[in-house]
């Protein structure tokens, strides 16, 4: 059975940094595509990056490319989003979501994942 479980939330400055975890039980890495989805206050749940060691490859929103980092740790079970320079407009709830069948043309649709956490609020404000 698959458990997600988000940590790291919290609030953070324009320009400062939080790294966000997704603790993972019943799934292993090299067979799960892992992602990060955020919704905003009255937004809709967006994609926000992803990694699949079954594709090789790691994605992101162009909103957080080259901000945002997301690694994976299978020893430790855990998934991690570093996020650098965070602006107001990354205020949200994070979720951590995993899948073992999504295609790559699915990545970013928050229809493909199957499991997901509770979520994990970001405020982003001076």
């Known amino acids: 059975q698959v458990q997600l479980v988000e940590s790291g939330g919290k609030l953070a400055q324009p320009g400062g940094s939080l790294t966000l975890s997704c603790a993972a039980s019943g799934v292993t890495f090299t067979r799960y595509t892992m992602a990060w989805f955020r919704q905003a206050p009255g937004k809709e749940r967006e994609f926000v990056a992803a990694?699949?060691?079954?594709?090789?490859?790691?994605f992101y929103a162009d909103s957080v490319k080259g901000r945002f980092t997301i690694s994976g740790d299978n020893a430790k079970s855990t998934m991690t989003l570093q996020m650098k320079n965070l602006q107001p407009e990354d205020t949200a709830v994070y979720y951590c979501?995993?899948?073992?069948?999504?295609?790559?043309?699915?990545?970013?649709?928050?229809?493909?994942?199957?499991?997901w956490g509770q979520g994990t609020q970001v405020t982003v404000s001076s």
């Open positions: 979501a995993s899948s073992a069948t999504v295609i790559m043309s699915q990545v970013r649709s928050q229809s493909a994942y199957a499991h």
């Open positions: 990694f699949s060691r079954r594709m090789g490859s790691t």
